[in-house]
């Protein structure tokens, strides 16, 4: 069992290093960890926010586990040299176009979410983020209209293929749990909603059990603060997906809680939090390691096969958040050091 891990840049090696030592406090088999890096560090370091020999690394392994990337310096760097770019080369690379965005409210954490509690406690949701696409991966450019003035321009698109392929995720990810999936877009004013629906439509008859619905993007990042209840899987394209995913965070009480599992078509996948490097405390020990650490359960979970000790790491935060131990991102005063030698003791 390979698998990398790619800190990358400001809280993403602090956040990172309690993760790292969960998984080491499981004694697994044949486990080996190989370092690589990633974003405004590896740009430093060798004038690449994804060098060959990280990109290396990762296809060498089973599974990536990643921290976060970005760096306030490198936002004047021409866009293919940013931090971001380590982690969107990596997606685009792997072909990893799956995300998968888990969003529960644990048991005694109703009263961090910035929702009411009794709205708050229904939140048991998945976010299936569409991650090879749309705007992301489409022509961008600055250019100069003839009157003069400087236009930057996204293209936006998904093709029924792109499409297709996350629609089975997220009718299959749907007949594994609440059997209902909502498909969010903005299909009254975009084309590339249009197709995305249209499949989305044709796609459902694959799957008789699942009870598909439509929503409008504005509407969903509405219906999630009144009732995120009403949601049981949400799939999503590029851009809707990172937005929504970062609003339910909230919902459930903190960014610093939600994981992710990006997936592709084999057993390689890459698991990070969905937060970034938060620059604001980077360095200060104040980050929410629980993200993670979470992702690394996702990682046993969906790249090696070890349900058991996925579920164990996963008991174990909910069991430390149950005692009460917060960081400052939940009104707590515990850092990240701390929180992670809860989760040790409790595992
Ligand atoms: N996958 C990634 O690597 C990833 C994801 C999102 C943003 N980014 C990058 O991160 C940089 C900062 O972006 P941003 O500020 O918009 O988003 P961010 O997620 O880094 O931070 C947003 C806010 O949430 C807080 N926060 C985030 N994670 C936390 C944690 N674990 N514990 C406690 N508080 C936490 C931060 O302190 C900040 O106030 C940018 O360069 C951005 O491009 C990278
Ligand atoms: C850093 C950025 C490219 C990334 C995204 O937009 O996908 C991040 O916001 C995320 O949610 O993983
Ligand atoms: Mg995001």
């Known amino acids: 069992m390979k ?12 956040v990172t290093r309690e993760a790292v030592r969960v998984l080491e406090a499981l004694d697994l088999p044949g486990l080996v960890l190989f370092e690589g ?9 060798h004038g690449h926010p994804l060098p060959a020999e990280t990109l290396e690394i990762a296809r060498s392994c089973d599974a990536i586990l990643f921290g976060a990337v970005g760096d306030p310096d490198c936002d004047n760097l ?17 072909g990893l176009f799956a995300n998968l965005r888990p969003a529960k409210v644990f048991a005694g954490l109703e009263d961090a979410s910035a929702l009411r509690p009794e709205v708050a406690s229904k939140i048991d949701l998945l976010i299936v983020r569409e991650l090879n696409g749309d705007v992301y991966f489409g022509e961008k450019g600055i250019r100069i209209l003839p009157d003069g003035r400087r236009q930057g ?3 936006m698109s998904y093709a029924e293929d792109e499409v297709r392929r996350i629609a089975h995720v997220g009718f299959r990810a749907a007949m594994g749990r609440g059997k209902k999936l909502c498909s969010v ?31 409008y993007v504005d509407n969903a990042a509405m219906q999630l603060v ?21 609003q339910a965070s909230m919902c459930v009480g903190s960014i ?25 405390i980077a360095g200060k020990g104040l980050a929410n390691p629980m993200a993670t650490i979470l992702s690394a359960a996702m990682l046993l979970r969906h790249s090696l096969g070890l349900e058991a000790q996925a579920a164990r790491i996963e008991a ?10 917060r960081g400052g991102d939940l009104g707590g005063s515990h850092g990240t050091a701390a929180i992670g030698d809860a989760v040790l003791e409790r595992l």
């Open 37 to 45: 890096d990633v974003g405004g560090i590896a740009y430093k370091r």
């Open 185 to 215: 877009d903005k299909a009254n004013v975009l084309e590339t909603s249009q197709v995305w629906r249209d499949v989305m439509i044709e796609v459902a008859k694959d799957y008789p059990e699942v009870e598909l619905s439509h929503m």
């Open 153 to 155: 321009w996204d293209m």
């Open 78 to 94: 021409e866009r293919h040299l940013r931090p971001e770019q380590a982690i969107l080369g990596l997606r685009k690379e792997l």
């Open 226 to 246: 009144r009732n995120p209840g009403q949601f049981d899987v949400v799939v999503t394209g590029n851009l809707f997906g990172d937005i929504l995913s970062d």
């Open 3 to 14: 698998i990398a891990v790619f800190a990358g840049d400001g809280i993403g090696p602090e």
């Open 256 to 280: 610093g809680l939600l994981a992710s599992a990006s997936l592709s078509d084999g057993k390689m996948g890459l698991y990070e939090p969905i937060h970034g490097s938060a620059p604001d």
């Open 316 to 325: 174990a935060v909910a069991k430390t958040l149950a005692d009460g131990i």
